[in-house]
């Protein structure tokens, strides 16, 4: 079992597939920030000028002056504005890595190769077409 482990854990697969998700996590922090801290107070202006993940509708009757953190302590709410912001950071990070695994696609398509020329014909071949012509006459 442990030899069987060990070919596992050594694969390519493995590898790539761990350096990925090491990637990956860096990735989604850029992808946040850049969602936190650029887009989204440009969505907030927009919108009214408030942190727009602080939208949410109170469930339990609190206040809408509260912050969200406040009001989830004081009772449920639907924080749509967290949402949103998490689903626009969704959005991005999607699209970016569409556009990379079609750059990658389009690296590894190659030109078709050239055909070679075809092989001069073997004594076999020139033989039977030596026997095929003779018959014919």
Do not use: C, H, W
Not at 3 to 30: H, P, Q, S
Not at 107 to 113: C, D, G, I, K, L
């Amino acid at each position: 079992m442990i030899t069987e482990f060990k070919t596992f854990a050594i694969k390519g697969n493995v590898m790539d597939l761990a350096v990925g998700v090491i990637i990956g996590g860096a990735f989604g922090k850029i992808v946040d920030s850049v969602v936190q801290d650029l887009i989204m107070p440009i969505v907030s202006t927009i919108f009214g000028g408030l942190d727009f993940a602080n939208y949410y509708l109170p469930l339990k009757g609190q206040g809408m002056q509260l912050s969200l953190i406040e009001a989830k302590k004081a009772g449920a709410v639907f924080a749509y504005g967290n949402f949103l912001t998490i689903f626009l950071n969704f959005l991005i990070l999607a699209f970016i890595i569409f556009q990379m695994v079609r750059l990658i696609n389009r690296a590894r398509r190659t030109e078709p190769a050239v055909p070679a020329p075809p092989a001069a014909p073997t004594e076999e071949v020139l033989l039977l077409r030596e026997i095929r012509d003779t018959l014919r006459k």
